[in-house]
Structure formats: structure tokens, C-alpha cells
């Protein structure tokens, strides 16, 4: 069985960021006992340890064959936050102790690290997220298009933004980005689908000029359960 090792992915990574620049690690889990999930994150924050990142976590509601029941997102705002929180972990009894519950409670599924390349919105506002991953050919030219797309304001009720894979990433099985599109709630998510009939001519150009480059894995919906900020 694999357990989630959250320190040890963490502190072995290789991944390089511009000192300002937020980053996330990204942790996808299978759990039964989503409770014993919450109360153990909730632990770990109350002790603010290491307490220089913020921690989300998020239930798959519709994740088609995949078993990661939840994901656990930790956002580090620079690089010294990383750093911080890394070194941190050796010299906090309550890491230890979390990551000895969530060896009890759940399997890791999947983790690695993302770099945000853009986007726009305040993703705290969101409750539900859609989430596509894929594999992009030219980054570049991908990018230029989705900013296009999105920046016409029809695409996206909330928050958005691409992100690209980092260390740990499955490139056959998810890619090597993802984007996503937020919503305040799940009734903004479904009058928005519900009245998505006719695709919108951006839309239509977009997929004309990434049908080359892009090739799509899935599409995801996802909840947001709790948020846990470091404490002051």
C-alpha cells in the first residue's frame, strides 16, 4: 500500500522557483474516513508548524475512473517560504504526528509540485473548481491561446489559471499542465453549465488553434472542504 509521505516528497525535491513567485505541492489521497482527514489537518495547523504556507483541502466529485478520493494543496507564496517550511518539519513533533495518522487513514494517489504560468481571480472565493488535464506540445503558443480565450470573459465565472507539472508529475497518465475555472458555489457552477448549449466563437478558435498541441486527459470537478492559513 502507499502511504503518503508528504515530508519526504517535499524535502526531496528538485523543483527551482523565482524567490517571489507562489508555488503549490499538490497531493492526492484515498480515504474512507474524510473526518480523521479534517481533524488531523486540523491539528497540524493548530500547532503552526511549520506555519509559512497555506493548506487546502479538496473532495473529487466527479473524477471519472481515477481512486483519489481528496487532494491536499499546499500553497508556499515564495521560496523562502518553502525553505523555511522544509527545515522546519524536522524540528516539529506535530509533522510527525500527522504524518503518522494519514499513514492510518489514507493512500497517496498521486503528488507533485505546480508552477502557476497565469491567470486571474481570487481562487480562495471559489468553492468548486473544473479541472482539465493535458498534455501540451508548445507551452508557449498553448498558453498565448488560453490567455485569449480567457481573457474575453466568457469562459469563466471565478477564479482561473494554468499551471504546469513539476517534479513528480505522470506525464502518460495526466500530463504535463493543467488548467482550471472556479465558481463561487455549485449553483454557479450548473446555471453555468446547464446554459453552456452552443460553444461561443472564442471558444471554437481556441480549439482550432490547440487541436495540434494539446492533447486532453480528463476533465475534473472539485470541492473545496476547509482552508487552513498559517497562523499569525
Same mark, same amino acid.
Given at each position: 500500500?502507499?502511504?503518503?509521505?508528504?515530508?519526504?516528497?517535499?524535502?526531496?525535491?528538485? =523543483?527551482?522557483?523565482?524567490?517571489?513567485?507562489? =508555488?503549490?505541492?499538490?497531493?492526492?489521497?484515498?480515504?474512507?474516513?474524510?473526518?480523521?482527514?479534517?481533524?488531523? @489537518?486540523?491539528?497540524?495547523?493548530?500547532?503552526?508548524? #511549520? $506555519? +509559512?504556507?497555506?493548506?487546502?483541502?479538496?473532495?473529487?466529485? &466527479?473524477?471519472?475512473?481515477?481512486?483519489?478520493?481528496?487532494?491536499?494543496?499546499?500553497?508556499? #507564496?515564495?521560496?523562502?517560504?518553502? @525553505?523555511? *517550511? !522544509?527545515?522546519?518539519?524536522?524540528?516539529?513533533? !506535530?509533522?510527525?504526528? &500527522?504524518?503518522?495518522?494519514?499513514n492510518e487513514i489514507s493512500e497517496q494517489t498521486y503528488q507533485f509540485?505546480?508552477?502557476?504560468? /497565469?491567470?486571474? $481571480?481570487? #481562487?480562495? !472565493?471559489?468553492?468548486?473548481?473544473?479541472?482539465? @488535464?493535458?498534455?501540451?506540445?508548445?507551452?508557449?503558443?498553448?498558453?498565448?491561446?488560453?490567455?485569449?480565450?480567457?481573457?474575453?470573459?466568457?469562459?469563466?465565472?471565478?477564479? *482561473? !489559471?494554468?499551471?504546469?507539472?513539476?517534479?513528480? /508529475?505522470?506525464?502518460?497518465? %495526466?500530463?504535463?499542465? &493543467?488548467? %482550471?475555472?472556479? &465558481?463561487?458555489?455549485?449553483?454557479? %457552477?450548473?446555471?453555468?453549465? /446547464?446554459?453552456?448549449?452552443?460553444? +461561443?466563437?472564442?471558444? +471554437?478558435?481556441?480549439?482550432?488553434?490547440?487541436?495540434?498541441?494539446?492533447?486532453?486527459?480528463?476533465?475534473?470537478?472539485?470541492?473545496?472542504?476547509?482552508?487552513?492559513? #498559517?497562523?499569525?
Amino acid at each position: 500500500m502507499k502511504k503518503i509521505l508528504l515530508i519526504v516528497a517535499l524535502m526531496g525535491s528538485t =523543483f527551482v522557483a523565482a524567490q517571489e513567485r507562489p =508555488f503549490q505541492a499538490f497531493f492526492g489521497i484515498k480515504t474512507d474516513n474524510p473526518l480523521a482527514v479534517v481533524s488531523a @489537518l486540523d491539528s497540524l495547523s493548530n500547532a503552526n508548524c #511549520p $506555519g +509559512t504556507s497555506s493548506v487546502r483541502l479538496m473532495q473529487e466529485l &466527479f473524477n471519472g475512473p481515477e481512486e483519489t478520493t481528496h487532494t491536499i494543496i499546499v500553497t508556499f #507564496p515564495n521560496k523562502m517560504s518553502y @525553505l523555511m *517550511w !522544509a527545515n522546519n518539519w524536522t524540528n516539529c513533533p !506535530a509533522a510527525g504526528k &500527522f504524518l503518522n495518522t494519514m499513514n492510518e487513514i489514507s493512500e497517496q494517489t498521486y503528488q507533485f509540485m505546480g508552477m502557476p504560468l /497565469m491567470g486571474d $481571480g481570487d #481562487p480562495n !472565493a471559489d468553492q468548486v473548481f473544473q479541472v482539465f @488535464l493535458m498534455d501540451v506540445k508548445d507551452p508557449a503558443n498553448y498558453a498565448k491561446a488560453y490567455s485569449s480565450l480567457m481573457s474575453s470573459g466568457e469562459q469563466c465565472a471565478g477564479s *482561473w !489559471a494554468l499551471v504546469a507539472m513539476g517534479p513528480g /508529475m505522470n506525464v502518460e497518465r %495526466y500530463g504535463t499542465h &493543467f488548467a %482550471y475555472c472556479g &465558481f463561487k458555489d455549485i449553483d454557479v %457552477y450548473l446555471d453555468g453549465y /446547464m446554459s453552456n448549449v452552443t460553444p +461561443t466563437k472564442e471558444y +471554437t478558435d481556441f480549439i482550432k488553434k490547440v487541436s495540434n498541441i494539446r492533447e486532453l486527459k480528463a476533465v475534473n470537478m472539485s470541492g473545496v472542504v476547509k482552508d487552513w492559513a #498559517p497562523q499569525q
